[in-house]
């Protein structure tokens, strides 16, 4: 492997962390949004955020640093091509972050109401415009170039929809399987989340299943590469995921985490897997794409010795959080 | 206009930049880093600050230290929340205003990112330890899992302004046909610009946090709550930026000494400058229009002196440069007399203090002095924007400084303007936000002693 490839996988390793840690956050604030008069989930989910949510929001500039240092040309078509989108995330993300914290720290209803609602939102909207722009590229709408591709029709189209969608569902399940154990951990009783989890397992597995048919209209060459060199990851996903309902059927609230992370882990590599070595389809390659080997072999060493300094501290901040007594007050 | 006729205005070609999407792309950029600059600033300077008290109450186990770093904590709970996602906007905002810039010379100045991406883990991921575990892990250790946020905040700042610095003096790369090649991400790092830029705001960062939280404090104290957990609150932060004043204003002239030699351009309108010549004065104020400086107050010799110790020494003005090649002079010399007439104000309250402190080990006894000291909190802010605008506006009509146009950065795409105007709306939004809940928050009871946890 050369160290563009190298590259290429650490920040592909990127993107799932923040999907299944950030993905997970967004998807507590989705169920913010749905628990209605349920306060005491309302208080889970704070509890289970709280300590974590800006540790794992890093790996998104985690992502965006490496792609521009890394892979400079596709940085700058997918940022300015998607600048609609993507200033929408931005936004959602502002909001997201900062009513959270605001809602922590205020004590009258009505201002902890609003900044709820903010949070609330922003959850849902966010994962919905990065799963827009992950649909645009997939689907080959986002050309080499600087703002050389359509900017509305690049994310509003099938694939595109599909993605955020998918991205929603993805965030909201993640987060309604982890809760089912932090509830049991709090003492809580975990049935609401174990019905969400299912509820929510079942309905991405089916626009997954139906998303299939609009790759195959839409995006035919992600489809090819879905198919045949990716089949493997699709089918382990597939797999995962029915073994992640059998799991929490069966209230297995602790290896249905591993199998879920897997089944999102799976159809995640899919979408690389389906179109190497291409970075921006149809042609657009990611040797075409990278930074020179100078770069790219400082760059990972910086990143190995940090990943040495930030490793060690996320595994005791999770053990901190995983610790931390629930206070139902 | 019909939905039609939007959508396919939105749809259009990408040509270049129209001068209104230009103007609007620099100026959602200077919003959105004046407004994380602030942020940005208290990151820096807080966590030692706030260790410094909780240092002391660990030690002699006094409670008001103890209270005082129990509020800190839940202040920075939410100033670093806001500080986190204000910065990422700007992370997206190189790629979404500046691609141009990226798609050239992302790689050249993606190291330190880089590594300022690192001590963001850092910083994030032991904030959440520190304020979440305070009771679950002894005071020693608590005390140490805050040295790792405030080693992360100065390396960020850094990083960051490492960067910038090489957009004022590019290094570390050939061109051919437009592209980078021979990159050394070492030189572009290490640039020229870099210690000057880096010391300045570093220190300018620990001024701001010393002045803007005794600000807070010096506001309790004029209303008549003279106890001593105030008297420290303000103490302690007061102290830090006093003693930063005058070595910031070294840092200042050596910053400034910097630009006459690597970027004389700036210099000449941070000055208002505008002839070539030995003698130059030093001109404080005043108003720029037919190319001349008008009605400003002159110190004779006064710029000559400072950058060459010698009134013959020659300065370079504006023209030396064709105009298209010059940056906006009235903000950039405004700037600059704000930024510098604010330093030299802190200095003269810093003085103030030290005397009184000096002859009779308390605070000034005119109100004044109090007054003063919760203006020079936003003070301080002031003198950091106006100190961005000098180094931002003054680069201009460059973002990689006699490399690369700002033009010809900006991105292509039509419609700029109406994301400015949503960024706006978003931040008036957030300010208010902010502004509430931090009021709020200096309202209601002293946190116990005891974490909430606990209390259940």
């Not at chain 1, 995962?240 to 059998?246: D, I, K, V």
């Not at chain 2, 940056?327 to 330093?343: A, E, K, R, S, W």
């Amino acid at each position: 492997m050369d160290a563009a490839q190298i590259l290429l996988v650490v920040m592909w390793v990127g993107i799932t962390l923040y999907a299944l840690l950030g993905g997970a956050d967004f998807g507590g604030g989705v169920w913010d949004l749905l628990a209605g008069r349920e306060h005491t989930n309302r208080k889970l989910i704070e509890h289970a955020i709280g300590p974590v949510w800006e540790a794992n929001h890093v790996w998104l500039i985690f992502v965006l640093v490496v792609l521009w240092t890394g892979f400079p040309p596709v940085f700058a078509a997918v940022m300015s091509t998607l600048y609609i989108p993507l200033t929408l995330a931005a936004l959602g993300i502002i909001f997201r972050g900062s009513a959270f914290v605001f809602r922590k720290a205020s004590t009258e209803w009505w201002s902890r109401r609003l900044f709820g609602a903010a949070f609330a939102i922003s959850s849902l909207l966010t994962p919905f415009f990065l799963g827009t722009v992950a649909g645009a590229i997939a689907s080959g709408r986002v050309p080499p170039g600087l703002a050389a591709g359509d900017l509305v029709a690049s994310w509003v189209n099938p694939t595109s929809m599909l993605g955020g969608v998918l991205a929603v569902g993805v965030c909201a399940y993640l987060a309604a399987v982890y809760l089912c154990d932090d509830a049991v951990r709090a003492g809580l009783d975990p049935e609401g989340f174990r019905r969400r989890a299912i509820g929510t397992g079942v309905v991405v597995g089916v626009v997954a299943l139906a998303g299939i048919a609009v790759l195959r209209w839409d995006a035919p060459a992600l489809f090819a590469g879905l198919t045949h060199r990716a089949l493997p990851a699709v089918v382990a996903s597939a797999v995962m995921g029915l073994a992640s309902l059998g799991l929490l059927w069966a209230r297995g609230y602790v290896l249905v985490r591993v199998t879920a992370v897997l089944a999102v882990t799976a159809v995640m590599w899919g979408w690389p897997l389906a179109q190497y070595p291409v970075m921006l389809p149809p042609a657009f390659t990611y040797r075409q794409a990278a930074a020179g080997p100078e770069v790219l072999v400082v760059t990972l060493i910086v990143l190995g010795a940090g990943a040495l300094l930030v490793l060690p501290a996320i595994g005791w901040l999770l053990a901190v959080q995983r610790r931390l007594p629930y206070d139902s007050g | 206009m019909s939905p039609d006729a939007v959508m396919s205005t939105l749809a259009l070609a990408a040509g270049p930049a129209s001068p209104a999407d230009m103007l609007a792309a620099r100026m959602q950029m200077g919003l959105s880093l004046g407004w994380h600059i602030i942020l940005a600033c208290l990151g820096v300077g807080m966590p030692g600050l706030l260790l410094f008290v909780e240092w002391r109450a660990v030690r002699t186990g006094d409670a008001d230290h103890m209270l005082l770093a129990r509020r800190w904590a839940k202040a920075i709970g939410v100033l670093f929340a806001v500080g986190a996602v204000s910065g990422t906007i700007l992370s997206f905002e190189m790629g979404l205003l500046w691609p141009g810039l990226m798609d050239v010379y992302g790689q050249v100045i993606g190291v330190p990112f880089a590594m300022e991406g690192v001590a963001f883990f850092i910083e994030a991921i032991f904030l959440g330890i520190y304020l979440y575990a305070w009771d679950r892990l002894s005071p020693r250790t608590h005390l140490l899992s805050g040295v790792p946020i405030a080693i992360a905040g100065v390396s960020s700042a850094f990083f960051v302004v490492a960067a910038n610095a090489w957009m004022n003096q590019p290094r570390g790369f050939d061109l051919e046909n437009g592209r980078v090649t021979r990159v050394d991400p070492w030189a572009a790092m290490f640039n020229p610009a870099t210690p000057p830029q880096t010391i300045h705001m570093i220190v300018a960062a620990f001024m701001v946090t010393g002045f803007a939280t005794a600000g807070v404090y010096a506001v309790a104290l004029l209303r008549g709550r003279r106890d001593r957990y105030h008297r420290l609150g303000f103490l302690i932060p007061f102290t830090l930026g006093a003693v930063l004043s005058p070595i910031q204003i070294v840092v200042g002239d050596y910053a400034a000494k910097f630009l006459a030699e690597y970027q004389p351009t700036k210099l000449a309108a941070a000055e208002g400058l505008f002839a070539t010549r030995s003698h130059a004065p030093l001109s404080l104020g005043g108003i720029v229009y037919d190319d001349a400086l008008h009605y400003a107050v002159e110190i004779p010799s006064g710029l000559s002196m400072l950058v060459g110790f010698s009134p013959a020494t020659v300065v370079q003005g504006l023209d030396r440069v064709p105009s298209r090649d010059r940056p906006p002079v009235n903000p950039v010399h405004l700037g600059f007399d704000t930024m510098v007439g604010i330093g030299f104000f802190l200095l003269l309250l810093s003085a103030w203090l030290a005397l009184n402190w000096w002859r009779r080990r308390d605070l000034p006894r005119s109100p004044w002095f109090l007054r003063l000291a919760a203006v020079a909190g936003v003070a301080a802010v002031v003198a950091v924007e106006a100190g961005w605008i000098v180094t931002e506006v003054g680069r201009q009509p460059w973002i990689a400084y006699g490399r690369m146009r700002t033009v010809e950065a900006v991105n292509p795409a039509p419609g700029l303007w109406a994301g400015f105007l949503i960024v706006v709306l978003v931040y008036v939004v957030l300010t208010v936000a902010t502004v509430y809940v931090l009021r709020h928050m200096t309202r209601t009871t002293p946190v116990p002693a005891v974490a909430p946890q606990e209390r259940a």
